[in-house]
C-alpha cells in the first residue's frame, strides 16, 4: 500500500437490503465519479443481486461489490460507522450531522482508517438496530414536503459531500496521520456479546426493556473509542467475569443437587 | 408574492435535449427533495418527453415542467445562468468554478432574482454555443477515470449545493436585498441580435472567424453586468445605428441606380 493511502481515509458504501437491481447500479456509477471502489451490500434478494452483478457496461465498482449475509459482517472491519436517515420519523437518541456538516465533524475522527457509511432499503431506510452501530447519523438537508431521496442519489450526494470534505484517497491529502488505533466494529461486537451473556447471567436484564438497554449499550461501547488495545484487555476482563459466574453456577447446581440427594 | 421571496433567488433547472425519460424524472425527483420547482427541458425528443410526463407518482415539479423548442426560450427571463461541465474535453475561454466553491462565487452575484442552472444531453453534454449563455461554468469535482455523472445524480449533487450555499427559497435568508436591477438574458439577447446585425453591415466579421467572434461578443454581454436600463439604452443607441446604416445603404444604392441611369 502507498503511503499517502494511510494518511487518508478508506470508506465504504454499504447498501442494507436494497431492492431496486438499478438503484444498486446507480449507487456504484456515483461511488466511481467519485473514486469510492468499495461497495457491500446486505442480504440483497437473489435476483437483485444478479441482475445488478451482470449491467452492461458495468463500472469497476460493480465487478468488485460483495454481498454479505448481515450487517455486522459489511462494517466489522469497520473503525467509523456513518448512518444516514430522512431523521424525521424517529426519535433518535443521538444527534443528526447535518450533511453540510459532516466534513467539520470528520475532523474530529481523523484517525480513523477505514470507514462505512450506511444506506437503508428504499422502503424503509436504516432500522433502530442498524443505526445503532453507528458513530454518527447524517441527514440530507431535504425538504419537508419531499424529505425520502432516490438511493442512487443519495449516495451521489453523500460521495460528493466527502469528496468535498478532503477524505477520499482521490483527494490531496489533507488530514494528518492516525494518532491511535480505533477498534474495528468487529472487536466491539465481541465485546458487546460478552457483556450481554453477561448482564444475562446476572439478571440484569429485564424482558421488557432488553432490547433498547442493548442498543444503549451498544452505542455506549462506540462512543467510548476504545483502541484495539483497549477492546483486547476489556474482553479478557469480561472472559474471566464468565468464566467466574459459569463457576457459581455449577457450584449452586452441585449445592441443590446435594441438597435433593440429602 | 411574499417579503422573504425577494430576498433569495429562484432557481431553475434546464434540461438541454436530454434522451432517458428516467433521467428527467430522476432530475425532478432531487429537485423536489431539495425544494427546487421549475424545470424546463430544452427540445426533448417527443415520445421522451411525452413518457416523463406520464410517470407514475409524479412528484409536483413534473407536473409544472415545461418543453420549449430553444434554450433562449427556456433562459430569456433568468439574469443569471450557470452551465455544468465535465469540463475536461474543450478549451474553455472562461475559468471553471468547482461546484464546492459555487457559494462564495454566487455571494459575489447576490443581487440576481432570477438564476438558471443548465445540464446537457447524457452524451454530449452542453454545446460551446450553450455554454457562451452561461455567466459561470461549474465542473463537478469527479475522478479523472470517470468523469461522466448520471444526469439525476448530477442534478441531485448541484442541488444539494444550492442548498448548502442557502440561496434556495426553502432556506433561512442570508442574503440581502437586490442592490441593482440586473438585465434578463432576453434582453442581452435582443441586444447580441442588433449587435450582430450591425456588424454584419459594416463587414466585420468575417466568414472565417465569424462564429467564434460571436460567441466571444455574447460572453462580453455577459460579464458586462448590465443592468434593464443599460440594455434598453443600448438597445435604443444599437437601433439608431441600424436605421442610419440603413440610410446610407439606401443613399448608396439610389446613387448607383441614378450612374447607371446616367
Same mark, same amino acid.
Given at each position: 500500500?502507498?503511503?499517502?493511502?494511510?494518511?487518508?481515509? #478508506?470508506?465504504?458504501?454499504?447498501?442494507?437490503?436494497?431492492?431496486?437491481?438499478?438503484?444498486?447500479?446507480?449507487?456504484?456509477?456515483?461511488?466511481? /465519479?467519485?473514486?469510492?471502489? #468499495?461497495?457491500?451490500?446486505?442480504?440483497?434478494?437473489?435476483?437483485?443481486?444478479?441482475?445488478?452483478?451482470?449491467?452492461?457496461?458495468?463500472?469497476?465498482?460493480?465487478?468488485?461489490?460483495?454481498?454479505?449475509?448481515?450487517?455486522?459482517?459489511?462494517?466489522?472491519?469497520?473503525?467509523?460507522?456513518?448512518?444516514?436517515?430522512?431523521?424525521?420519523?424517529?426519535?433518535? #437518541?443521538?444527534?443528526?450531522?447535518?450533511?453540510? %456538516?459532516?466534513?467539520?465533524?470528520?475532523?474530529?475522527?481523523?484517525?480513523?482508517?477505514?470507514?462505512?457509511?450506511?444506506?437503508?432499503?428504499?422502503?424503509?431506510?436504516?432500522?433502530?438496530?442498524?443505526?445503532?452501530?453507528?458513530?454518527?447519523?447524517?441527514?440530507?438537508?431535504?425538504?419537508?414536503?419531499?424529505?425520502?431521496?432516490?438511493?442512487?442519489?443519495?449516495?451521489?450526494?453523500?460521495?460528493?459531500?466527502? %469528496?468535498?470534505?478532503?477524505?477520499?484517497?482521490? /483527494?490531496?491529502?489533507?488530514? $494528518?496521520?492516525?494518532?491511535? #488505533?480505533?477498534?474495528?466494529?468487529?472487536?466491539? %461486537?465481541?465485546?458487546?456479546?460478552?457483556?450481554?451473556?453477561?448482564?444475562?447471567?446476572?439478571?440484569?436484564?429485564?424482558?421488557?426493556?432488553?432490547?433498547?438497554?442493548?442498543?444503549?449499550?451498544?452505542?455506549?461501547?462506540?462512543?467510548?473509542?476504545? $483502541?484495539?488495545?483497549?477492546?483486547?484487555?476489556?474482553?479478557?476482563?469480561?472472559?474471566?467475569?464468565?468464566?467466574?459466574?459459569?463457576?457459581?453456577?455449577?457450584?449452586?447446581?452441585?449445592?441443590?443437587?446435594?441438597?435433593?440427594?440429602?
Amino acid at each position: 500500500m502507498p503511503a499517502m493511502k494511510t494518511l487518508k481515509t #478508506d470508506w465504504r458504501v454499504v447498501l442494507v437490503r436494497p431492492r431496486n437491481p438499478l438503484n444498486i447500479g446507480a449507487a456504484a456509477r456515483a461511488m466511481a /465519479n467519485f473514486g469510492i471502489r #468499495d461497495l457491500v451490500v446486505v442480504s440483497p434478494y437473489e435476483p437483485t443481486w444478479q441482475e445488478f452483478r451482470s449491467a452492461v457496461g458495468a463500472v469497476e465498482v460493480v465487478k468488485l461489490a460483495r454481498a454479505v449475509p448481515s450487517l455486522i459482517e459489511a462494517i466489522g472491519d469497520a473503525t467509523l460507522v456513518i448512518g444516514t436517515t430522512a431523521g424525521r420519523r424517529r426519535n433518535l #437518541d443521538r444527534g443528526l450531522i447535518p450533511l453540510p %456538516e459532516l466534513a467539520a465533524w470528520l475532523k474530529k475522527h481523523e484517525s480513523h482508517s477505514r470507514a462505512s457509511i450506511l444506506f437503508g432499503s428504499e422502503k424503509t431506510g436504516l432500522s433502530n438496530e442498524a443505526l445503532s452501530y453507528c458513530h454518527g447519523l447524517v441527514q440530507i438537508p431535504t425538504v419537508a414536503d419531499c424529505p425520502s431521496m432516490n438511493l442512487g442519489q443519495a449516495v451521489a450526494v453523500c460521495a460528493y459531500e466527502l %469528496e468535498r470534505a478532503g477524505v477520499l484517497p482521490s /483527494n490531496p491529502p489533507r488530514w $494528518t496521520v492516525h494518532r491511535s #488505533d480505533p477498534a474495528r466494529l468487529q472487536s466491539l %461486537e465481541h465485546l458487546y456479546e460478552r457483556i450481554t451473556r453477561v448482564l444475562d447471567e446476572v439478571a440484569f436484564l429485564r424482558p421488557r426493556s432488553r432490547k433498547a438497554m442493548l442498543i444503549k449499550i451498544r452505542r455506549l461501547l462506540l462512543d467510548l473509542g476504545l $483502541t484495539n488495545n483497549d477492546a483486547r484487555i476489556l474482553g479478557a476482563v469480561l472472559a474471566q467475569v464468565e468464566w467466574k459466574l459459569s463457576q457459581k453456577r455449577k457450584e449452586e447446581v452441585s449445592k441443590q443437587n446435594s441438597k435433593v440427594e440429602s
